[in-house]
């Protein structure tokens, strides 16, 4: 025969098992949340710092071209001076193509994101640019008045001395965004471990 002290445990029996089943339940759905919001933010975070990757590589490649303008300006001044060509390039610092560029640049949220030491590459590129631009001023008012001789030396001595320190400086800019891929590509790396980890962890924790 079946006691009420017997009813009664087996009552608190089956309230104790619905009890943990929907405790279950409810830690199942949580965990599932939680992997859900984890893998979303962690491929958030992946999916920007590849973005940051992607436009650091063009931002490299863009550069190597305003470089490589450079030297064509630079071949155009030499034919002008040995070969006694009419030179076609840009006098204005501010209207060849690396110069339009870089005012606009340098005054962008873009810009002002960069770590410290990129934007003061950016910074250092200004004037040699500008004293190379100067240079070939000089040059074409050497020339226009008969002074090859000046316009050989200024040449020889300001203008190169200048296209190599752009140069330089480009490179360097080239070097540091190469360097800022390289990190970012190790933080997603790590961002896709960490993601793994937890996931792993809350599933070991669910069970």
Known sequence: MVTYQQKGFDAVKNVSIKAKI???LFVLGLVSVILGATAYFGNLSVARLGSE???NLLMTRFIREREIDHLDWSADLSRAVYEGDSFQGSLDHTACGLGRW??????????????????QQFRDLEQPHIELHRSAETIVTAMNRGDVEMA???FGTVTQQHLGEVRVIM??????YGQLSSERQLQSVATQQKVLTLTLLLIAGAV
């Open 171 to 176: 490179s360097g800019i080239n070097e540091s």
């Open 102 to 119: 870089y005012y606009e640049f340098i005054e962008t949220e873009t810009f002002r994101l960069l770590p410290a030491h990129l934007r």
């Open 53 to 55: 990757v992607e436009e």
């Open 22 to 24: 929907i405790l279950s």
């Open 152 to 154: 050989v030396n200024t």
